[in-house]
């Protein structure tokens, strides 16, 4: 069966702090993906990848950075943690395009 | 420009009662659409999805939805609402990008179910 792991579910850090949040899939797919999901605003899409070492910028990439050095492993980078990047962030995969994404259970982050 | 428009954020239906969640799509491009679901505390979970084929598409869970390219809408669908089918419900339609991989997500519609 397809999985995605986050590697917490739960994290609370401070401002300014360096924060890294891990996802991880064992289907071998192309494209991985990073959202954050905020009460009334959906799920907005922050960067994705289609290949190792490849990434292009979503929707609000400002503040956040990412790296993918192997097929399997996506990050994403808090590079100096704010209170305004407090949310719920899902990390999803998909293999072809035009495929479904299949996401892991998020990661919870309070910045305080 | 693609983009997704989910009507209401909140319904409330008894349960046994017909479950109707609106979707409405705007695409450039032939459109792929994505029913999903999250419970509380978890990622989302496909439901179902329309690419082409059928314009009914058959889900999980006894959700179905219906692509009318007339009315640019992917409405979902359930006969009789359980109790276990509170959670909240997005559609999605696929991006521009170099990947059609993306994803734009409506701003979802929370599902509550009565007794």
């Known amino acids: 069966d397809v999985k995605v792991t986050q590697s917490s579910r739960y994290l609370v850090k401070r401002t300014g702090e360096k924060v890294f949040l891990e996802c991880v899939q064992d289907m071998d797919h192309e494209n991985m993906f990073w959202y954050r999901q905020d009460p009334g605003l959906g799920l907005r899409l922050i960067y994705f990848s289609y290949d190792v070492k490849m990434k292009e910028k979503g929707d609000i990439p400002e503040g956040y950075s990412v790296s993918r050095e192997k097929k399997e492993r996506f990050s994403l980078i808090l590079e100096s943690a704010s209170t305004n990047q407090t949310s719920m962030y899902l990390c999803?995969?998909?293999?072809?395009?035009?495929?479904?994404?299949?996401f892991g259970d998020g990661t919870r982050l309070s910045i305080l | 420009a693609q983009s997704v428009t989910q009507l209401g954020s909140h319904v409330s239906v008894s349960e046994g009662a017909l479950v109707l969640l609106r979707c409405n799509y705007s695409?450039?491009?032939?459109?792929?659409l994505f029913w999903y679901v999250q419970y509380p505390n978890q990622g989302l979970q496909l439901l179902l999805k329309?690419?082409?084929?059928?314009?009914l598409v058959k889900g999980i869970n006894g959700f179905e939805a219906e692509f009318k390219k007339s009315e640019t809408s992917f409405h979902l669908t359930k006969p009789s609402a359980h109790m276990s089918d509170a959670a909240e419900y997005f559609c999605?339609?696929?991006?521009?990008?170099?990947?059609?991989?993306?994803?734009?997500f409506g701003k979802g519609t929370k599902l509550s179910v009565k007794p």
């Open positions: 329309y690419t082409s084929a059928a314009t």
């Open positions: 695409s450039s491009v032939p459109p792929y």
């Open positions: 999803a995969s998909s293999p072809l395009d035009n495929q479904p994404q299949h």
């Open positions: 999605a339609v696929r991006g521009p990008g170099r990947s059609q991989g993306n994803l734009i």
